[in-house]
């Protein structure tokens, strides 16, 4: 009973379930592992509380067993009663995550590109062997790796506190997250060409900046109703507390986006309001799989999250110096060229996202 209750509170905790959906799924984890006919009136509860960080999971199993030798003393049946603890901690540090929960190569990267990122974590959902590739002669150094699956081309892999596999799933920060409703055309087809400052509001058909554009985005919401936003190489684009929401009303197609060498991008995200923290915001509804290819290289700078949550990233961005804060979140995720990340976020205010570390006491 003990065993079952423990390992009950194993599987709550790498399901990461919430409140709601808890107790059933506690109920159900004991019953699989509690196969004692003999043992009536089996009643199992459990409950969270913060704790230090982290969050504390109280579990308890009560039951009566019904005797033989006993009931001849006048004690028919013996009260049971078992308890078991679970306290997870989260670090906060994580600044990769791919959520696809299948595929090979979830997360990867190609050719020769050097992946660093500075304090901060990948995270990979896939259960696949090979869920985290890294090919050719590329090269990742992080803070730590976490994949539910396996990792193909460990040995090209630097991190601090290891490669753990076989880990839970990462539950996504931004679940909860919502942009606000919007109606209308700001502007369509919008040709960025020249230098211009432009304001928040809905641009269908999309955005598309030349090489000789220098423009600047108002802080806001930029919502990209189909069509894709384009970045060529010389075009220069930036802006402070400014979200670009990719999304699309009926009739129209969804939205990609392309990012080309050598064209410079430098946003930051929104610190207060609905999408705080979130520089790209990728509908939900997008088929899996819409490509987003943010390969500027050293040019490329966008600040708190790339939520993607359905979108095919491609990234190549950062550098050593002006990278502060970055977190991507796709399915899938790759790195085609050298990148650098990191994840000094509290000014962007960003949620936090990484592994759980367990620790059960019965």
């Not at 509170?9 to 592992?33: E, G, H, P, T």
């Not at 009663?81 to 959520?99: H, I, N, Q």
């Not at 002669?137 to 460990?154: K, Q, R, W």
Request: charged share 10%; aromatic share 6%; proline share 4%.
């Amino acid at each position: 009973m003990q065993a079952a209750l423990d390992a009950a509170a194993i599987m709550a905790v790498k399901q990461n379930a919430s409140d709601d959906q808890l107790a059933q799924n506690v109920q159900s984890y004991f019953n699989a592992n509690f196969t004692r006919p003999d043992v009536r009136n089996v009643q199992v509860s459990a409950a969270t509380t913060p704790a230090g960080g982290g969050t504390s999971l109280s579990l308890s199993a009560t039951g009566t067993l019904q005797t033989e030798f006993l009931s001849l003393m006048g004690m028919s049946s013996l009260a049971l009663s078992v308890r078991s603890s679970a306290y997870t901690s989260t670090d906060g540090l994580g600044c990769v995550l791919s959520l696809d929960r299948t595929a090979s190569g979830a997360t990867a990267l190609q050719g020769n590109s050097a992946v660093n990122l500075n304090g901060c974590s990948l995270y990979d959902n896939s259960s696949s062997p090979t869920a985290l590739s890294v090919g050719g002669s590329a090269t990742l150094t992080a803070l730590s790796v976490g994949v539910v699956g396996g990792v193909s081309g460990a040995a090209s892999i630097n991190s601090s506190n290891g490669i753990k596999t076989g880990i839970g799933r990462v539950s996504d920060p931004y679940t909860y997250d919502s942009y606000p409703t919007f109606s209308g055309c700001s502007q369509t087809n919008f040709p960025g060409k020249n230098t211009a400052t432009i304001d928040p509001g809905v641009y269908c058909g999309g955005m598309s900046f030349n090489a000789n554009a220098n423009v600047t985005l108002n802080p806001g919401i930029y919502y990209i109703d189909g069509g894709s936003l384009t970045l060529n190489g010389g075009a220069v684009v930036r802006g402070t507390g400014v979200t670009l929401v990719f999304t699309k009303k009926s009739g129209s197609s969804w939205p990609t986006a392309t990012i080309n060498g050598g064209a410079t991008l430098n946003l930051t995200p929104p610190t207060t309001g609905p999408t705080t923290g979130i520089v790209m915001f990728g509908d939900r509804n997008m088929p899996l799989g819409t490509s987003f290819r943010l390969t500027g290289g050293s040019n490329l700078y966008l600040g708190g999250a790339i939520y993607i949550p359905n979108g095919a990233i491609s990234f190549s961005g950062g550098d050593g110096t002006s990278t502060s804060c970055t977190q991507i979140i796709g399915d899938p995720v790759s790195f085609t060229g050298n990148s650098a990340l990191a994840i000094s976020c509290s000014s962007y205010k960003t949620k936090p996202f990484s592994a759980q570390v367990l620790k059960i006491t019965s």
